[in-house]
């Protein structure tokens, strides 16, 4: 039986990135709703995206650099 570690270590990245992502909305957020409100709560989610979207940004490039990649070497 063949096994694709390629594909595994895809998965595993995936979802380390989307445990990051609850971990940080919902025990970071969470305690500046429980420590200082619900207005510190929506200010603190706007930074936290503010923080995400470099990441987006920087993992969209790269998934496009890799199609380009893999178009040209279909050729």
Do not use: S
């Not at 380390?16 to 609850?22: A, D, H, S, V, Y």
């Amino acid at each position: 039986m063949k096994r694709d570690l390629r594909k595994y270590a895809q998965q595993t990245n995936v979802r380390l990135f989307i445990g990051f992502l609850i971990i940080v909305l919902l025990i970071g957020d969470g305690l500046i709703y429980y420590a200082y409100g619900k207005i510190a709560a929506v200010t603190g989610l706007l930074c936290i995206l503010g923080g995400i979207f470099p990441l987006v940004f920087i993992w969209l490039a790269m998934k496009t650099i890799e199609w380009i990649t893999k178009l040209a070497n279909d050729r």
